[in-house]
């Protein structure tokens, strides 16, 4: 399984990501935003922590908003 942890890391590190990530930690990174497109070509994607983000409620939110709509759609999906 990979899991990744970028607790404490600038977002930068998080886009150095393997293609085969399962389990991505951005939990309690001070993002107010994800990059577009930033899960798009992680196939394998199972699980994003996200908790405890100060996330801003503007135009740089979309992606993120879409993602997470996306993912209810996916049968391994979890509301948590």
């Known amino acids: 399984m990979g899991k ?6 600038p ?3 998080a ?3 393997p293609q085969r990530a399962e389990i991505i930690n951005l939990a309690h990174n001070s993002l107010t935003s994800i990059p577009n497109g930033l ?3 992680l196939k394998n994607l199972q699980i994003v922590y ?3 983000n100060p996330w801003e ?3 740089d939110i ?3 908003r879409s993602w997470l709509q996306w993912q209810q759609n996916r049968t ?3 509301d948590c």
């Open 76 to 78: 391994f999906y979890r």
């Open 11 to 13: 977002l930068q590190s």
């Open 57 to 59: 409620c503007n135009c």
């Open 39 to 41: 899960f798009d070509n």
């Open 15 to 17: 886009l150095l990501l």
């Open 62 to 64: 979309l992606y993120l």
């Open 4 to 9: 990744r942890s970028t607790q404490g890391k």
């Open 50 to 52: 996200l908790q405890g």
